[in-house]
């Protein structure tokens, strides 16, 4: 056997995670409160950038740079047939007036806003000694935290689009498991009961036997959670003790005793002509300009190497950061409009008549990503004549016609069993098995325990408790 040494070229393509790449999914994904955060910061630290006069999305800061006459995009819409149209405008302003009067801040401005948990966790990467790339991840991983503080991403997935090493993925996965309030980046109740127990150095044999048979302990089987452990009465009463005292919902202790107004993102309005107008909320439209005329001013000046470089990096960033924004506009009207096309119905008639959808259908009409589509429909609400709905109420799982026609929406059926519900009277309380029969006469095929699922994440008692209500009701 001979061995030979040789040199051979192999061409292949992958996706990088640059800083801009996670800049423009962060943008996509975030609601319009973070939104507004991320450009105020945007704005102090970078003086090429201005707010268009009369926008809302956030406060001018004092000290901006003089503009002169600068163009932008202004509001933007859709009909229900996808065409889109823009309004062109110019604005001009003179720098503000520091001597002029103004009224006295009321203490509010002084206050300082309760910390939320994604500001808790920013800070704690910041502090943590992260690579940049390392960083960048961290960050990543960070965008896909719900407020309870569990962690809702593929890491392969995340893995793969970053060329990152999955394994490095998981290190840094386990560095994040270890921030403030304990049990946070878990990926389901087990792993955060772990993580609480991990960092309490109570995480023995018999305790991680307890936590995987998690569902034995919901029935209050005993006996059986005895024997998996290994452990007598006594023991397990003292493991049961200590599961009680962990936070199953690390993050809720951030929610702030207020809740939030809802404002929608996206508006659908009845056409003039006909079908449905849809277009962005301006309110929420940051408006940031480019500073054009500020940047050729300050580069007729002699500048050093890195002053130079700094101010190209500036302008770079703030030209990105414009088009990003106005990509993002776009983006979220192309869904938009596409599920009021596809929902079509639910529009003219209610939710009796919501159809089916998934991510795909909707992802493959608009030519993007499913995980693009899903990041645009997260945290964004949409005003209609029928109410405000989340973007991804309007996705629904399918069930059969037992007569082989078009399939039902789960939430169409769900009002349909809650319209049953409310019908009732003593003498016509529907057990599960009715209302599985009064579905079947209408051509929805369906099971028994669905309609009971379906009826328990409603709130909505059994059959026997509903009738005792109507027992013990007072009569008038």
Known sequence: MQYSANLTQRQSQSLVFTPQLIQSIRLLQFAHGELRQFIEQELEKNPFLELAPGSGSCPLPQGSAEPGSLESRG???????????????????????????????????YAAAPETLHENVDRQIALTPFRCDERLIARALADHLDDTGYLHADLREIAAVANFPESELERILRILQGFEPIGIFARD?????????????RLDPAMEALVANLPLLAQRNFRALKHRC????????????????????????????????????VRVLPSPVSGWQIELTPELLPRVLLNQSYFTEVSRFRHNSSEQAFLSECFQSANWLVRSLDQRARTILKVASEIVRQQGAFFEHGVAHLRPLNLRTVAEAVEMHESTVSRVTANKYMLTPRGVFELKYFFTSSIASSEGGEAHSAEAIRHRIKAMIAAEDANSVLSDDEMVAELRRVGIDIARRTVAKYRETMNIPSSFRRRREFQTRPTV
């Not at 405008?89 to 801040?105: F, I, L, Q, Y």
């Not at 109740?189 to 309490?200: D, K, N, S, T």
């Open 230 to 265: 290994g452990v007598g009465e006594e023991d397990l009463l003292e493991m049961l003790q200590e599961i009680r005292s962990l936070d199953p919902k690390p993050g809720n202790r951030y929610h702030s005793g207020a809740p939030e107004a809802i404002i929608a993102d």
């Open 189 to 201: 109740l087990r792993e955060c009961l772990e993580i609480q127990l991990r960092q309490r150095d």
């Open 75 to 109: 509001a933007m819409s859709a009909s229900s047939d996808g065409s889109t149209s823009q309004s062109e405008w110019k604005s001009t302003r003179s720098s503000p007036d520091v001597s002029a009067g103004n009224s006295m801040p009321s203490f509010e401005e």
